[in-house]
């Protein structure tokens, strides 16, 4: 079982940084995925990025692309847009192969022009 808490979202002005943690608490095994999930107010729910684990290997999404970085802990934001405001959730898969099966709570993410 892994229990995960986001935290440090807020709001911004277009261009600054912002830095979401994700607190993952039991044990998490090498063959785990890490993935971010956004969703804005009327769109359905998109991934960001993800991380393996064991691996270290990463994957975004076109649209954060060279502005996000994922790590253990961490979604570092930078160059923020507007169009990136949403709730942003962190979640595990155990496998690459299924699905998410553990989320945090979400934190909101608000980016001003």
């Known amino acids: 079982q892994v229990q995960l808490v986001e935290s440090g979202g807020g709001l911004v002005q277009a261009g600054d940084s912002l830095r979401l943690s994700c607190a993952a608490s039991?044990?998490?095994?090498?063959?785990?995925?890490m993935g971010w999930f956004r969703q804005a107010p009327g769109k359905e729910r998109e991934i960001v990025a993800t991380l393996s684990w064991g691996g270290g290997s990463t994957w975004y999404t076109d649209s954060v692309k060279g502005r996000f970085t994922i790590s253990r802990d961490n979604l570092q934001m930078n160059s923020l847009k507007p169009e990136d405001t949403a709730v942003y959730y962190c979640?595990?898969?155990?496998?690459?192969?299924?699905?998410?099966?553990?989320w945090g709570q979400g934190t909101q993410v608000t980016v001003s022009s």
């Open positions: 979640a595990v898969a155990v496998s690459a192969f299924s699905k998410y099966n553990y």
């Open positions: 039991g044990r998490m095994l090498s063959s785990y995925i």
